[in-house]
């Protein structure tokens, strides 16, 4: 057994560590691989071993390797061992590994539950650090439940550096268990005023990206977030606020107004490039943008891109406070920085009006030539059409102009982009319909230079705007000049070159394009010029019948059939031309996108139901031919259908075209607004052939949109100066009138017509589409569930899953109050007066739940009273907690009720009445403060009528007194925050009072004052303070027990009485359950218990139980304490 | 929030990376690796913000070393760039001048300065001393 100790420590000697492990790599440069397999081989084999401390190593190699790239899920296991280590050294790797391999799809990561619990309450902070840091990597949504209450302990951890980190982890719990949310939230808000700056920003941070899911959630946190903007130092928490306003001000306007001031003195202060976000006012809009133009204008990259960035967010809000430094993000474009340019492109796309549309995209036509890296120029391309096309092609008043540039950018090499640009042709030709004749030409002349676009293999991209040509040049043929020439390129060899669907698209148009001939032809008679056109298709459409793809092959070989059959009927000299226009006849419009998901289901149509019956495994062949027989008839009453109802959609068109004509969003062909323009002179003065005839056509190198951007330009000047004289006129009419409005004139975004009527046509939707919003909503977005309202009040059982054990341990969960509460509520019940205390459970609960918010008000109070007598140790003060709560004891009072309860063991709470109300108390001593007790009043109404504005207040004794709000005095009482309905139920009032010092029991009166309407009610009542309630029970351990006697500096005392017939183990049950003790031991009739006073005195007992008597002897480092303890538990043991 | 942190040499060699969101770990090194194309093909004068897919580099370049941060739309870019320094700088004053291969040698070790700085995405503590102070307790127990 040594020997194999001996060989495996010698062993570990040659074990690599991490070191070794890095230098063994980078000395195997060559076989580096093969170096590292071998490593791996190695690992394996140490984590094979016992050895903990080898496991580790091993685990902190792979983590190495992990991070080179290798894959180290075979070993998850292994670091659930190396996790589970109890050295800190070792855990922190485990825990390392974890995080940066586990994920939600580890099988073995269930494994680890325990084990995290067990980290996370451990009483050293880094155990616990590490397994929070680990949990944030790879928490899954089963560990969020079952963790989520455990982080949510953490949160008030009494060191920042755990606080911190659980407020962090609870937003990834959030996110994987959306449940937690709300009963985590006031915790979370809680922690926005901890003390601890760390912890307030990790709050911030949490509750910045909880808010960019549900910004009204936060709103009411606004003032909050407010005091931390003005009081803190720490920027990157102003960052995060700053953001979060930022959320928040779309929602409450009067939030921008008060930010204003402290945004100011931040931006004078700091660059933070947020502030701008959300400025709602003019003013300080205008001090952000120069201060975002110096930072531009900036030789720092840096700022220069953060100016930019900063930029178009306020962009979105105040377009034309940005647009004036137009000049200025222009030049932007000239920067040799590719993010830069990127920025100036995204701000210029909301930048552009229709004034300067044509000049923006002038300058970025420029650039395109100059880009050199293709990503780059890519880029330019997009923005170009995106900026074009935005909003409905909104700021483009030229079409001419917009398919010159379109058929420029056809030039661009390489460009990924060519069906964008395909798509932007087919889209203008379609919708715009006066520009059809001129999309046309320009179709034909990209088809007629085909050569040039399709040549370069590397082109490739572009060669889809043949696609478009084609389509364009087919569709549209009644617009082309020369058709005979369009054809003629399209059937050119080195079309079979091009990709099959767009080889398949020339095939079909080039149909439309003969059809269209031919009747032109036979038209005017030219029958021999028609039949050369059969015979050039003829000639040429084999070389398509031969191509490889399959679409291109099938429609080319139908149409030879088609031709050759027409030539026959040619020949014959039979007029075929209208036939075969025919085929084509018919106008295609534009289907929207959507319209196909927002056809609505019909009434009486489920989807989901089947049509037929599955067919059943069982079904004999037998049956089939009856079935399609019957399918047939069926088709037949089908196509029946649409004749009746030919009434039935006429009907329903009428109907759409109402409808609308009613929407303003559809642009209606015939009463356009725009029309009017075609009566200005600008509107038909273009001579479009002329131009394209003229200039570019042989040559498409040619920068032609120029032309357009100069004819524009006079246009606008024309329209301009006729405006002008219009107005002349006015004025000499109405002179002085309207004389400032007139000679500030400018021209402005309205005064610029457009040169055509534009007639954009819609996109087709189905009759009665359903009108959704919802299809931008992604459905896969992981932060969705987060979208919860926690302005709701918490329900009962919104509360956070609790592990419980079966055991005795569960009483050491801190937050199983509940159960509890419940346990203690039942005890009564076996006794008579059963409504009464029915009411008295209630009320109870009630307690219970109060208790929690109980005790932290107590906590915040606390603070003030900082008169800590002794220190009690960490441990023992959290074991209280739980026993205490387990047990009830109460004092009485002399009304006639407490006669009555006298009699009932468990009853609780003393009781003073008066016809208006019954009031019972209990005391209990306070976990956090040890010298204060809490004292919980039950109020139950039983007049008539509603108490209203209660008040409670105590007068202060010698060593007790109320602890009342701040600033009020010793004679305010504490106003009860609710009323009182008549009859029915008792409420739980908890006020505080402050035990100075514990010497024995002692009562102190108070008063109840209840003023309703003119009526002016006192209750008084005292509180008696048993020795009891001072008392906490506490566990202790027969040798910490033995100690304690032994110490010597206790006073001891000894009590005996007679007449006990009550078996020893109830006797000492009651000493427990009434005076608050816990057994240490116990060996026959004999047991010494143990109990501790709030301020930390010891007080041990020994008791006795002899025939008919019981002796109690009392040890206490308090003498006055003891002798007051004693005659208590005298008298109690006499009841017995 | 910060979606990764990397320390990339100019060989392309990652030295540190740390994800905060699950990345299959093929996709991290063809991720990492165009990371540091991007950033290796910028010259000094540019500036240290790169668009890049859905999300934004933040780099900064120590010596041969490239640090860089992957962001989503909500981290404010500027306070990354001064984090990225002062995790450095951190860096610095634990290993006093600290080397690539200091970082290569104490990986671990880098790894709990980074998550004392950053957790679960956020910026969570700046402070030096704070930062270093569960390491130094760490170095002690070690060295008993």
Known sequence: MALKMVKGSIDRMFDKNLQDLVRGIRNHKEDEAKYISQCIDEIKQELKQDNIAVKANAVCKLTYLQMLGYDISWAAFNIIEVMSASKFTFKRIGYLAASQCFHEGTDVIMLTTNQIRKDLSSPNQYDTGVALTGLSCFVTPDLARDLANDIMTLMSHTKPYIRKKAVLIMYKVFLKYPESLRPAFPRLKEKLEDPDPGVQSAAVNVICELARRNPKNYLSLAPLFFKLMTSSTNNWVLIKIIKLFGALTPLEPRLGKKLIEPLTNLIHRYVTTNTALFIQHCASIQLCVQKLRILIEDSDQNLKYLGLLAMSKILKTHPKSVQSHKDLILQCLDDKDESIRLRALDLLYGMVSKKNLMEIVKKLMIHVDKAEGTTYRDELLTKIIDICSQSNYQYITNFEWYISILVELTRLEGTRHGHLIAAQMLDVAIRVKAIRKFAVSQMAMLLDNAHLIASNTQRNGICEVLYAAAWICGEFSEHLEEANQTLEAMLRPKVTTLPGHIQAVYVQNMVKLYASILQQKEQSGEKEAAQEITQLMIERLPQFVQSADLEVQERASCILQLIKYIQKLQIKEVPVAEEVIALFAGELNPVAPKAQKKVPVPEGLDLDAWINEPPSDSESEDEKPKTIFHDEEQRHSRHKQPEIDEEELARRREARKQEQANNPFYIKSSPSPQKRYQDTPGVEHIPVVQIDLSVPLKVPGMPMSDQYVKLEEERRHKQKLEKDKKKKKQKKEKRGKHHRHNSLHTESEEDIAPAHHVDIITEEMPENALPSDEDDKDSNDPYKALDIDLDKPLADSEKLPVQRHRNAEDLKSPDSEAPLAEKKSKKPKKKEKKHKEKERDKGKKKEKEKKVVEEEEEKKKSSKHKKKKHKKEKEEKSKDKKKSKKKHHHSEEETTESVQNGTLDDEPLPVSSSALATLTYDIQGNLQNDSQVTVSVIFENKSTSFLKSMELNVLDSLNTKMIRPEGSSVHDGIPVPFQLPPGMTSFVLSSLICACSVGGGGTSSCCLGNDEGSTHEKLDFKLHFSCASYLITTPCYSDAFAKLLESGDLHMSSIKVDGISISFQHLLAKICFHHHFSVVERVDSCASMYSRSIQGHHVCLLVKKGENSVSVDGKCSDSTLLSNLLDEMKETLSKC | ?144
Do not use: W
């Not at chain 2, 060699?13 to 910028?42: D, F, G, P, W």
């Not at chain 2, 913000?49 to 780099?59: P, S």
């Not at chain 2, 080397?99 to 679960?120: A, G, K, P, Q, T």
């Open chain 2, 1 to 144: 929030m910060i979606k990764f942190f990397l320390m990339v040499n100019k060989q392309g060699q990652t030295r540190l990376s740390r994800y905060y969101e699950h990345v299959e770990i093929h996709k991290r090194t063809m991720l990492e690796a165009e990371v540091i194309k991007n950033c290796l093909s910028r010259s000094k004068d540019q500036c240290s913000f790169i668009e890049y897919k859905d999300f934004k580099l933040v780099y900064r370049q120590y010596a041969a070393l490239f640090v860089v941060v992957g962001i989503n739309e909500t981290e404010n870019e500027m306070a990354v760039y001064e984090l990225i320094h002062n995790f450095v700088e951190v860096l610095d004053k634990y290993f006093s001048r600290v080397s690539e291969l200091d970082i290569m040698f104490n990986l671990d070790r880098v790894h709990i300065i980074l998550d004392e700085m950053v957790l679960n995405g956020c910026i969570v503590e700046t402070n030096r001393n704070r930062i270093l102070a569960p390491l130094f307790v760490l170095d002690k127990v070690a060295e008993n």
